[in-house]
């Protein structure tokens, strides 16, 4: 329909002659809607991985080293091993409770386009660390000195508190000695406390990691492994705990 959304629609008696043809169910359309979406996203997430491509190599048209991508999927790996690079070192270099709604925005379409890419998520990861990671989620959301985001930037805030969980979830079932190391680092630093500048709240590790948890689908043995910390942290801390 003029919606997206799928409609029943069956033959006349004419053109359905003597056959029997039922009108499918709400759940059979439902699987049908989401089956033509996510052939529909895949067709659009090929063309911007090609499209890319295309002009990387069109900006290096006198380059005849033969280094280009062999493939979509390398071209892919490589696109979000770039832009985590990029985006990490912004994290390092500047303050991001300093950044711009329109640099947020930019961060957080990254993140829609680079969610699922494990290039990405494990690359941005595992260069911030997992101290990095937090502290960065503590320090753009909550910046504290009355610059607690509010209106349009705590709207692209709740954005990117879903893609980046999302991201990290991607990056949770990458088998690597660096991603495995992060996941054991968030564990070991969910009883630190994260604070910024001026400000006389801090956090703990799992507080801050819980709400970069809320959407995606994480590896189930460090779900586990984190359930069972956190289990442990708020029992020693009682009711001066909340997660």
Do not use: C
């Given at each position: 329909?003029?919606?997206?959304?799928?409609?029943?629609?069956?033959?006349?008696?004419?053109?359905?002659?003597?056959?029997?043809?039922?009108?499918?169910?709400?759940?059979?359309?439902?699987?049908?809607?989401?089956?033509?979406?996510?052939?529909?996203?895949?067709?659009?997430?090929?063309?911007?991985?090609?499209?890319?491509?295309?002009?990387?190599?069109?900006?290096?048209?006198?380059?005849?080293?033969?280094?280009?991508?062999?493939?979509?999927?390398?071209?892919?790996?490589?696109?979000?091993?770039?832009?985590?690079?990029?985006?990490?070192?912004?994290?390092?270099?500047?303050?991001?409770?300093?950044?711009?709604?329109?640099?947020?925005?930019?961060?957080?379409?990254?993140?829609?386009?680079?969610?699922?890419?494990?290039?990405?998520?494990?690359?941005?990861?595992?260069?911030?660390?997992?101290?990095?990671?937090?502290?960065?989620?503590?320090?753009?959301?909550?910046?504290?000195?009355?610059?607690?985001?509010?209106?349009?930037?705590?709207?692209?805030?709740?954005?990117?508190?879903?893609?980046?969980?999302?991201?990290?979830?991607?990056?949770?079932?990458?088998?690597?000695?660096?991603?495995?190391?992060?996941?054991?680092?968030?564990?070991?630093?969910?009883?630190?406390?994260?604070?910024?500048?001026?400000?006389?709240?801090?956090?703990?590790?799992?507080?801050?990691?819980?709400?970069?948890?809320v959407k995606g689908k994480f590896d189930s043995a460090f779900l586990e492994d984190y359930g069972?910390?956190?289990?442990?942290?708020?029992?020693?801390?009682?009711?001066?705990?909340?997660?």
């Amino acid at each position: 329909n003029a919606k997206g959304g799928a409609v029943a629609s069956v033959p006349s008696g004419a053109a359905a002659g003597n056959g029997d043809i039922p009108t499918p169910s709400d759940e059979e359309l439902a699987v049908a809607e989401r089956r033509v979406k996510r052939v529909l996203w895949e067709a659009s997430e090929t063309d911007r991985i090609a499209a890319r491509a295309l002009r990387a190599l069109a900006r290096n048209k006198h380059d005849f080293t033969g280094d280009g991508p062999g493939g979509l999927k390398e071209a892919d790996d490589r696109q979000g091993k770039a832009d985590a690079d990029y985006w990490a070192k912004r994290v390092k270099e500047s303050d991001p409770s300093e950044w711009s709604d329109k640099e947020i925005e930019r961060f957080n379409k990254t993140l829609i386009d680079q969610r699922d890419n494990p290039g990405f998520s494990e690359r941005f990861a595992t260069t911030l660390g997992a101290d990095g990671t937090m502290q960065f989620w503590r320090d753009i959301a909550d910046p504290g000195q009355g610059k607690t985001p509010e209106g349009e930037r705590a709207k692209i805030l709740g954005q990117v508190q879903q893609n980046l969980s999302m991201s990290l979830a991607t990056a949770s079932h990458v088998d690597s000695p660096a991603m495995d190391a992060w996941k054991k680092e968030v564990i070991a630093s969910g009883g630190k406390q994260f604070g910024h500048e001026g400000i006389m709240a801090k956090p703990y590790g799992f507080q801050i990691m819980s709400n970069l948890m809320v959407k995606g689908k994480f590896d189930s043995a460090f779900l586990e492994d984190y359930g069972t910390a956190i289990r442990t942290f708020e029992q020693s801390k009682g009711s001066q705990f909340n997660p």
